[in-house]
């Protein structure tokens, strides 16, 4: 049992504004120095934050040409343009600037590449119908982006601001849009430390850029459902670490389990946890379950709560919150909830299983076809000749009305 | 408990050779390709591996002032050059060189500052009485490099080569190790991905480099015993996770608890693990702990086992082999165990401690007074007026003996 004041700090772990360091000990004040930088302080409060009216805009003289969109893959190719704002212990948040894209230059001492003081958000510009230009609860990725930025002691940022950057970036290189439903520019928010010392400590200096790649629909011809792995011999996130948050450090070290995982077949692991082997996440998705439950005989769809141990994605909050209001009406329980790996493999042997997929920024949805468990391979619900259920079909459809501006709706941000 | 099959996959996840993609569903590779890269390959075989035959030397043109040795301050300041080896999935290591220290050119969207493709080494050269170079057993920064590496799908290098580069690379800029005892140059080999693409997948591309910073003894005025804050509410390493490694991902996620037990006067968090709360390892260090034992009545020298989740010191390493060696025919027991920090309070409680210090390349010990735990400081056994154990003080005399070549020992290497 974790007592009170174990649950107060670890809440306090992300709570945006960081403790001053007033060290006790004079005497031993040289040795901390040596370990830690002298500007050891957490983001001030009291320093200038973002300021999107001092945005200041240096075009590229030398355009990129379009690919075609057909072409595109993932992260691959970028806009014309990048937007960048430093940050100092010192000064706070300096003035943003877009300026065209183009490599960072830093010193091999740089923490980024030592410590990995990292964070980073994944998000989506979409064109709707009129040529509008539109975001997907942005407010979402920058609450994020500040939990993860406090957590490894990188400054907090104001979203608000951030968002309005973002959206004068999108503008000024919507030409890499394509204009057609499925297609959008993935944006890459991200923020590293910046600070020249090997000395294990709080980042003085940090960068915050954002990059934008277009991408095409992820199933470019129709759903195709995929198969899982489940991974019990490496474990990617514990109650008090930092797996909800979207640090650079939760994913090098899930590369292995995946390709080990891909060596046998299958397209993506599927993360369990703790000896009950509780079904977590999926490679780089979020995992709903839908099943009749055995107690009950109700349909229940199933998704990890968030512990700690998940992370908190976008679209399993806009999931689990359209499920709440537009599935609950018709029966079905919602349930965010722990649910083991062996209790999907005998809804599935019983024949409850209803349909499986993943939920991301990439795909909207994953339909998942099976899961390789104890060398055996789970059935999860669909049909032969199905490459989708009907649950994800309709997130799918819903969601994705949303982004493109179909249904109107206070989750969509026009720019 | 875990099944053989959970062990022996776990077991290969540090295992050298990674897994070849042979995705068995060719439907589904353009998926796959989505998500990772065309060059989706472990370290080959096959590849060149490096060959310090083939280095290059260019020569810094503007040499650096020399600071003076008190002034060096941990990693902050460095050598005239950088020893940098490039690797590609298609060719393997390409030629070392020696250049000049300089600015790393990278793509936004490299994989390092995304997803933590990174890891690192840190050693040290000395100079000796004749005006000799050492190096301290490397071949266990290499070999721990390599683990580091492959579990993160970055390649693997030749340790004995990259060893002799290093000696090449010391040897050039030997003019930057202070000639004193307690002085020595710090080494840090880094590895980073350096692969164009936010897609997440093997990096198809790599750098290595070595950069290298003058540092002064830790203590420059004699030990100073240190304050520990056990860390009781956040997570440093879990069992089937990465806690065993040097990667970057598991040094950002702890500056918020150092810097919360800064807040509160110590200068150091000691990670505890589990309900059982079992001490691990300190801030940047592995821990000692000295005790006449319960039970036996013998007297006691404890750390933390290789389970895992601490990090395989190369420090904690030679002072387990010397205490075996030296301190286990007067009847010491020496022990990789696991530890309760309610035994060790209730030890201290019973007047049974003798002696605590944390292990590490940057001070090899570091003496502890005492440690809070549950609001209350678990005394560890110093006297008022001492500021190091006799344990502690031993080990640094023998360490630092072969370290400075002092002693004649197969660890120390002469360049």
């Not at 430390?193 to 400590?201: E, I």
Request: proline content about 6%; glycine content about 8%; overall charge positive.
């Amino acid at each position: 049992m974790k007592s009170l004041h174990q649950l107060a700090r670890r809440k306090a772990l992300t709570g945006l504004p960081g403790p001053r360091i007033v060290p006790r000990q004079t005497l031993s004040t040289r040795l901390w120095q040596r370990s830690f930088t002298a500007t050891a302080m957490a983001p001030s409060q009291q320093l200038p934050d973002l300021d999107a009216s001092k945005l200041t805009v240096t075009k590229t003289s030398t355009p990129k040409e379009l690919q075609k969109p057909q072409d595109l893959v993932f992260g691959k190719t970028f806009t014309d343009h990048m937007l960048t704002v430093e940050w100092t212990a010192s000064d706070g948040w300096h003035a943003p600037r877009i300026i065209p894209y183009q490599n960072l230059s830093l010193d091999p001492s740089t923490c980024v590449f030592h410590y990995a003081f990292e964070c980073f958000e994944g998000m989506k510009a979409y064109k709707d119908n009129n040529g509008g230009i539109r975001l997907f609860r942005p407010n979402k990725n920058m609450e994020r982006l500040n939990k993860s930025s406090s957590r490894i002691a990188l400054p907090t940022v104001d979203g608000e601001a951030l968002t309005k950057l973002i959206g004068d970036f999108v503008k000024l290189d919507s030409r890499f849009i394509p204009d057609a439903r499925g297609y959008s520019l993935y944006l890459r928010p991200t923020m590293i430390g910046t600070q020249k010392t090997l000395g294990v400590g709080p980042p003085g200096s940090a960068l915050l850029f954002v990059i934008a790649s277009p991408v095409g629909p992820y199933y470019p011809t129709g759903f195709k459902a995929i198969s899982l792995e489940a991974t019990d011999y490496a474990v990617r996130a514990w109650p008090g670490g930092v797996g909800d948050k979207k640090l650079g450090a939760n994913y090098a070290p899930c590369i292995k389990p995946q390709l080990e995982a891909a060596s046998r077949g299958f397209q993506q692991n599927l993360w369990l946890f703790g000896e009950e082997e509780y079904v977590t996440e999926v490679g780089t998705m979020n995992l709903f379950i839908a099943l009749k439950n055995k107690e009950t005989g109700q349909k229940e769809l199933i998704t990890a709560p968030l512990d700690g141990t998940i992370l908190e994605g976008v679209t399993r909050d806009s999931v689990l919150a359209l499920a709440r209001e537009r599935l609950e009406p018709k029966g079905w329980a919602i349930s965010e909830r722990k649910i083991r790996m062996s209790d999907v493999a005998e809804a599935a042997q019983e024949g409850k299983m209803i349909e499986v997929f993943g939920a991301g920024t990439a795909a909207i949805v994953s339909p998942v076809r099976n899961i390789s468990y104890r060398g055996k391979l789970v059935d999860c619900g669909l049909k032969e000749n199905e490459e989708a259920g009907e649950i994800a079909l309709q997130m799918k459809s819903w969601i994705e009305g949303i982004q493109y501006g179909d249904e109107k709706h206070p989750w969509s941000y026009v720019i």
